[in-house]
């Protein structure tokens, strides 16, 4: 969760930070014709763009190229930071940031969201490896663009640091473990949900918002000067983090109230309407915008948080359990 003070939000915006899935691209993983030339003509306009996600690189690299990005990719949440290739390369890019969990650590995450009925998973620099019997190999593989590594004792092939464990269930039970999963790793890993399918494990410090700041401090842009746009749990630190944090409408409320603005859905090209309103619309179009935006967003979340409250008190006076949001 957030702890540092939010920015002001500066205009003209010089920085845009996208998160991929479910809010760039949906179960299609296509990007939309809108999206494409919103994010050309902000580059075209000296504006700066990059990707931050919790795929590993060379999965989100052919959303990099398909939207012409030359600015660096961050992926496994933060973990891991690679320069974007030149063109007609077949490197993944240049190493910038690696930060991955201790050896010991990674085989107690295995061993530990396994006992409670979920399916971990291991990460490594572009590796990705899952045990030999996983009836969702080729799914993964697919997802992922790439080729998973099977190995019979998951745990037992974990000899060096790594860069992330995540770990699959069915919801909600990915999201029930996560204050226990944080509070059992505490200062040895950090804990987060990139889906409601996903428990996701990286070093002690890695966030999202770490990125983004790393990123502003790189490009010489303020935090204030930055727009940034995601969907989950995992988005959460990045949106507090920049002037122009801003929430995808299927987000978690709790998300939703750490963000500035929120977007319109995916089927809207979302980002690309963001991207048209603050950054290529004229400065006193975008300024007017962007407080209508603000305003609509506050309504929203609190309007959100007051029917939350309605039903949680008819749940209590009928005796009923009341779900809580994780902490």
Request: net charge neutral; glycine share 10%.
């Amino acid at each position: 969760m957030p702890t540092r003070t939010t920015p002001s939000p500066i205009l003209p915006i010089e920085l845009i930070a996208l998160d991929i899935d479910g809010t760039l691209i949906g179960d299609d993983l296509v990007i939309g014709p809108d999206t494409r030339s919103a994010v050309a003509e902000a580059m075209r306009r000296g504006v700066q763009v990059s990707l931050i996600t919790g795929r590993m690189v060379s999965s989100a690299l052919r959303f990099a190229r398909d939207l012409g990005l030359t600015g660096p990719i961050v992926g496994y949440q933060g973990g891991l930071i690679r320069a974007m290739p030149v063109d007609g390369s077949g490197r993944v890019g240049r190493l910038l940031v690696h930060t991955p969990i201790r050896a010991e650590v990674a085989r107690e995450i295995v061993e530990w969201t396994r006992d409670r009925g979920l399916d971990p998973h291991v990460n490594h620099l572009e590796r990705f490896v899952l045990r030999a019997d996983d009836p969702n190999a080729d799914d993964y593989s697919a997802f992922m663009g790439a080729r998973a590594e099977l190995v019979a004792d998951l745990a037992g092939s974990i000899s060096h640091p790594v860069t992330k464990v995540l770990a699959v269930g069915d919801p909600p039970r990915p999201t029930e473990l996560a204050p226990l999963a944080r509070a059992h790793f505490a200062g040895r890993a950090d804990v987060t949900i990139s889906h409601p399918k996903f428990l996701e494990f990286v070093a002690p410090g890695v966030s999202k918002g770490r990125a983004v700041r790393w990123l502003a401090r790189r490009m010489g842009v303020a935090l204030g000067a930055t727009l940034a746009i995601g969907d989950q749990w995992n988005d959460l630190e990045m949106l507090a983090e920049v002037g122009h944090g801003t929430a995808m409408p299927t987000s978690p409320r709790a998300v939703q109230a750490a963000a500035r603005y929120i977007a319109p859905g995916l089927a809207e090209e979302g980002v690309a309407r963001m991207i048209e309103a603050l950054v290529l619309a004229p400065p006193a179009d975008a300024r007017a915008t962007a407080g209508r935006l603000a305003a609509a967003a506050r309504e929203a979340v609190a309007a959100a948080r007051d029917a939350e409250a309605g039903i949680a008190s008819k749940e209590i006076a009928l005796g009923l359990p009341t779900e809580k949001i994780p902490a």
